[in-house]
């Protein structure tokens, strides 16, 4: 599948934090009723990469994203985003944080009571952009999501792999320099899975969006790791075999709220890790 | 099949309460404090007031003029054994004006709208629409429970205005028809009876009835836990906790207007 043009190619992303990293967790715990989700784990996401995050349900993938995004707040440890410490920031300045950052939630959380448009401009309304320009932005981003027809639509007419969709359109309007994707395949039929792993790559590659990608399909994560996105057929192709340790991509396990596994594909493979080793066959 | 109960320690009951009302005061107070900070949503809180306030209004119609009625009807069968039948405008207008006329119509809206804003803002919770808009920068109290609090209160006290008038004519309907009272002396006793403080009394409920209703229903709402399921308990909650706190709030706001003004 060819994916279509895209919104402004001035993107944001790639702007270089004091701490060198687009996030980074210091050693962060979190509980909830005495269960510990999260225990004291430590990564580093760098400009222009994604990081896919796997394990199995309830090793906290989910709330690793709501962390990095500051809609929860660990019980120990420190977080940073874009170079910034968001563990004690108020949640006013989280709201000015957010807007440099996006997320796509697991079951899209797209706004039942507004149209895909209002769903998509949500943020641009909010920040009180003119409305032609609002309606310009909406359709190109509908349009990089192949959704442009929905406009109209309200979101319980649209399939789930749509929904997905106009939620990553949501997310990426404005640019954001950071994205959070929260099992964006999970649940869809392989074409759809396909097209919407070919939005991430073209993000990741097009745009250096830094992204932290939540999924539980290994296999996706293995094609965003071998494949690239060409600008010039604008479709997502194979890498050659010598290149494919060459794009931003790598892989974290969770197990027991710690993390065992943080690293390319190829060390990925390579683990002697019983656990690993069985997760990746 | 064997029943297992699970015991909960009193303690852990009473931090529950402690927390919940710590919560609901924060709620409350941020409501409050949202409306001196910008953006205010005006388009929001408009949209609210027509769902709360025209919304309700056919309720508030019905049940004004049936509690009209029926004080008529229950005072006129006592008032008759005096030869006192020409007094029913004095007790029907003191009865709807300072107490049943925001009463009833805080119960009606806190039944229709309480429960509609918990299960509004309680599904959006369960289907992370709530986290989505954080995530987004925009403030859910501000752009969600400001509006609401701002639109009930100022709605309310509408409502319970023709709420009033209708009570006044249903009263004057059963005075008039079924005691032959005369037209112009049910109204001239209405005139007479009412003085400032009634009216202050009666329209000053409305306000913190419509205050209680929309902060309890949101609280409730952005409170919910466990799915669908959540959501009924919060809706269910919320009905019951306005309702109750309506009627301790109604005889404490009684209670110090008589302390403040006199009894009459």
Redesign the interface.
Known sequence: MSAPTLPSENSAAAVVSPSGHAIEFDNVSIAFDEKVVLDGISFQLAHGETKAIFGVAGSGKSTLLKLAIGLLRPDSGRIFVLGEEITHMSEQELFELRRRVGIVFQESALFDSLKVYENVAFRLMEEKIPPEEVERRVREALRFVELEQTYDMYPSELSGGMRRRVAIARAIITQPEVLLYDSPTGGLDPVTSNTIVELIVKQRDVYKTSALMVTHRLQDAFTMATHEFDKSSNRMVPLPKGKRGEVPMSFLILRDGKVIFDGDAQQLVNSRDDYIREYVS | MALELELISPIDVAKDVALAVQEYTLLSAQSLANFFRR?LYMGDMLQQADLIGVGSLPIVILTGLSVGALLALNSASSLERFGAVTLIGQLVSLGMVTELGPLITGLMVAGRNASGMASELG??VV???I?????????PAKKLITPRVGATAFMLFFLTIIADLLGLIGGYAVAHLLFGVDTQQYWTTIWQTLVFRDVFTGLIKPVLFGFIISTVGCYYGMSTKGGTQGVGRSTTQAVVASSVLILIVDFFVTKLIFAIFGYR
């Open positions: 953006p599904s959006m289907t992370e629409q986290d989505a808009m954080r995530a987004l920068g925009t403030d």
